[in-house]
């Protein structure tokens, strides 16, 4: 054992046994966390930062708590009418509903801590210990209280053996997912059973054989929670995932995020008979995304539509900003045909079924084909796989067929006009920054082609984030992590709203899940200033997302 593991232990050992019962909110002072409805003043701040020097190489002991505050955003539904009891709304002019509180969380497994210990060298031993670890969890747990709970990395051990028996003894039901292979962490969705049952819920595992960008062990799990009192309220849908870290792998996250929609769509279509309407189904979706906000895959989720056309898959999460020495285009399609998705996030065999949000499933018309287009071909070309002898196979080879060697004719890289190419009018585009059209190209196999191999994939929800990623107050960018000295946002809670298009401006409203209030987010200066993550007062290198929602009834 090194010194760093054995100072690790004798803080552990150190630290008391506590009771469950002994976690208590107070209204008074900072609370368990250190949390307050207050915000920093500017002058407090600026001293905060003149006389905490932090050196990142060393342990800081100069920890603090975070402060933080609910944004109240509940007046964007007050009405302004006249008030009756038949417009559904009450005397204060607020729609009635079932109203919610939901947080989401990365809590950082210990296993993957000490695996990566490294990136927490500025820590405190007594912030890295799991027992220590674990009361400030359910500190923060019993300070919120809130009706669900959406956490990623959650070892399961601690969940069977720390977690699950405290939040039972709180009145939660709990969903728990494991990721596959030996992965010892995974999600869960935790809820008030006393504010809500659970219809049906579905685990997504995002590995599949010999599919290139479905090689990983990410999970997803999906529920269905209906409000308790009135059994004709429609239930609204939860989904919990996280997403591979690796930044160059940006067609993995992709892919797998276009394998969950699917799910989720297919899940929904399968509980059709359980629904009165499957007309504009509230969804959330949350989770460790490992993107950056304004990034590819986040305008998938938000925009429902992502061209990836010439899109380099080291771009999609935003997180690199260098270039690899292998540039790695996405492939056409995303997700080989022969597992049954098509490019608008559908299982081909589901039809006829609304969906959330009350768009329209079309068919796909891609063929269900054994070939792999993408370059994801069987073991004995050389892609990676399991070999005869169970053990896995380097990357060494892609062999293409002719439909996929067609399709990248498409891509800019290869349309794009030479710089000094001489212009012949009706031969060659008029300037330097035009692209050919598909329409005008030509080659064997004619436009239908183009239909087959799409450079656009697309999702039939219409989500928003809670969190608008800046702060109004100081202009700077939230933080949700910090780990290696910075802080970036990655983890995310996206709700349904309807979608209102004026000329080719895309507007969205909240329909009928409402944002009440959302907990601010700190910026990358605040944890700096505190310390880092995690400390003493924080016990994961995330910081938690929490939203209030009133869902019309």
């Known amino acids: 054992m090194n010194e760093r593991e054995n100072v690790g232990s004798e803080a552990c050992n150190r630290s008391s046994d506590f009771d469950f019962e002994s976690l208590t909110q107070s209204d008074e002072g900072p609370g368990p966390l250190g949390m307050v409805n207050a915000k920093i003043t500017g002058a407090r701040e600026q001293n905060v930062r003149q006389n905490l020097d932090i050196n990142w190489e060393e342990p800081n002991f100069h920890q603090a708590p975070l402060w933080r505050t609910w944004e109240d955003l509940s007046w964007r539904h007050r009405a302004s009418a006249t008030i009756t009891s038949e417009d559904g709304l009450d005397q204060h002019g607020v729609s009635r509903g079932f109203e919610f509180s939901l947080l989401c969380y990365n809590i950082l497994a210990q296993r993957l801590l000490e695996e990566n210990d490294f990136l927490y060298a500025h820590c405190l031993p007594e912030a890295l210990c799991w027992k220590d670890r674990l009361k400030s969890l359910l500190q923060e747990f019993s300070y919120f209280d809130a009706d669900i709970l959406c956490l990623q990395e959650v070892q399961e051990d601690h969940f069977e053996e720390d977690l699950k028996l405290f939040l039972q003894e709180r009145g939660y039901g709990c969903v728990y997912k494991r990721r596959t292979g030996d992965r010892p962490d995974g999600c869960a969705i935790c809820y008030k059973t006393k504010r809500m049952e659970l219809v049906a819920s579905r685990e997504v595992e995002f590995f599949r054989p010999c599919v290139n960008v479905l090689s990983k062990d990410n999970v997803g799990l999906v529920v269905l929670l209906r409000p308790l009192g009135d059994p004709s309220v429609e239930p609204f849908c939860v989904t919990n995932t996280h997403l591979l870290y690796n930044p160059w792998r940006g067609d993995i996250k992709l892919a797998q995020l276009a394998l969950l929609f699917a799910e989720i769509q297919q899940f929904l279509g399968s509980q059709a008979s359980n629904l009165r309407s499957t007309n504009h189904l509230p969804l959330i979706l949350c989770g460790d995304f490992n993107s950056l906000p304004f990034s590819p895959l986040y305008r998938f989720v938000q925009d429902s539509l992502l061209h990836c056309n010439g899109l380099f898959s080291s771009k999609v999460s935003g997180q690199n900003k260098i270039s690899p020495l292998r540039w790695h285009l996405l492939p056409s399609p995303l997700l080989p045909p ?184 700190p910026n990358e200066s605040d944890i700096r200033d505190i310390g880092g993550l995690p400390n003493i007062h924080c016990p994961s290198d995330h910081v938690s997302l929490a939203a209030r929602f009133r869902l019309l009834l």
């Open 338 to 521: 022969h597992l049954g998705i098509g490019p608008n996030c559908c299982h081909l065999e589901q039809s006829g079924y609304n969906g959330v949000d009350g768009m329209a499933v079309e068919m796909n018309t891609i063929p269900i084909t054994p070939e792999l287009d993408n370059g994801s071909i069987s073991v004995e070309k050389g892609v990676r796989g399991l070999s005869p002898e169970g053990t896995w196979l380097p990357y060494v080879w892609r062999q293409y067929n002719r439909r996929t060697l067609l399709a990248l004719r498409r891509q800019r890289s290869c349309v794009q006009r030479p710089p000094n190419l001489p212009y012949v009018p009706g031969a060659t585009v008029s300037d330097e920054g035009e692209w050919f059209s598909c329409k005008t190209m030509e080659f064997e196999g004619g436009p239908s082609s183009f239909r087959e191999q799409p450079d656009t994939i697309s999702h039939p929800f219409h989500l928003t984030s809670v969190y608008s990623h800046v702060n109004s107050r100081t202009g700077k960018l939230e933080a949700t992590i910090f780990n290696s000295g910075q802080g970036q946002t990655v983890d995310y809670i996206f709700y349904s709203v309807d979608l209102h298009r004026e000329s080719i401006k895309r507007s969205v409203q909240d329909g009928r899940l409402q944002l009440l209030a959302r907990l601010s987010l």
